[in-house]
T-cell receptor, first 116, second 114 residues
Framework: GAVVSQHPSWVICKSGTSVKIECRSLDFQATTMFWYRQFPKQSLMLMATSNEGSKATYEQGVEKDKFLINHASLTLSTLTVTSAHPEDSSFYIC????????????FGPGTRLTVL | GQQLNQSPQSMFIQEGEDVSMNCTSSSIFNTWLWYKQDPGEGPVLLIALYKAGELTSNGRLTAQFGITRKDSFLNISASIPSDVGIYFCAGQYGSQGGSEKLVFGKGTKLTVNP
């Protein structure tokens, strides 16, 4: 089955630093990847949609200069949280899809970010 | 961002009981999906529904795509302890499958007492 990995699985950083999270599709080519944020006891909220080789499309209210997304290859997308602050602490989850009608989005295991 | 109305918010049941949860939306969706999320993990797809009125089963799980395309329900029969987790509904407006973004419900937390 299709597998999506994320690295790191958890990270703790100091306020003001930048953190990069990787999302990889291990056994398929992902034309589209999505980044979600999930606060404790809440649902997944879409942050941005990323197509390989194109600029990401951000949801309303998500700062594109703060959450940098790069989808440089068909198997890798990265999310960089720049100048992280405690309110950015959350569970970040990516999903990946081969694209096209009927194709499923496969979710990664998530990355727990804690900003001190 | 937009969220679907999902209920109940939480459920506490005894092992062996049946469970039902539902999602409603003010907008029409072309696809309804149901996911399960375990603590500290990403969601896993349980059932996907593509046609209004469609009733689909996956083992002890049954889900239906409402006729109006604005609602869906998920039933779990004969619950077991490993059914514990958070269940999310999700909708897609278009028909582009995996390329289409998902709108999630708020989740139903299920606790099963042995």
């Amino acid at each position: 089955g299709a597998v999506v990995s994320q690295h790191p699985s958890w990270v703790i950083c100091k306020s003001g630093t930048s953190v990069k999270i990787e999302c990889r599709s291990l056994d398929f080519q992902a034309t589209t990847m999505f980044w979600y944020r999930q606060f404790p006891k809440q649902s997944l909220m879409l942050m941005a949609t990323s197509n390989e080789g194109s600029k990401a499309t951000y949801e309303q209210g998500v700062e594109k200069d703060k959450f940098l997304i790069n989808h440089a290859s068909l198997t890798l997308s990265t999310l960089t949280v720049t100048s992280a602050h405690p309110e950015d602490s959350s569970f970040y989850i990516c999903s990946a899809s081969e694209g096209g009608e009927g194709n499923e989005q496969f979710f990664g295991p998530g990355t727990r970010l804690t900003v001190l | 961002g937009q969220q679907l109305n999902q209920s109940p918010q939480s459920m506490f049941i005894q092992e062996g009981e049946d469970v039902s949860m539902n999602c409603t939306s003010s907008s029409i969706f072309n696809t309804w999906l149901w996911y399960k999320q375990d603590p500290g993990e990403g969601p896993v797809l349980l059932i996907a529904l593509y046609k209004a009125g469609e009733l689909t089963s996956n083992g002890r799980l049954t889900a239906q795509f409402g006729i109006t395309r604005k609602d869906s329900f998920l039933n779990i029969s004969a619950s077991i302890p490993s059914d514990v987790g958070i269940y999310f509904c999700a909708g897609q407006y278009g028909s582009q499958g995996g390329s289409e973004k998902l709108v999630f419900g708020k989740g139903t937390k299920l606790t099963v007492n042995p």
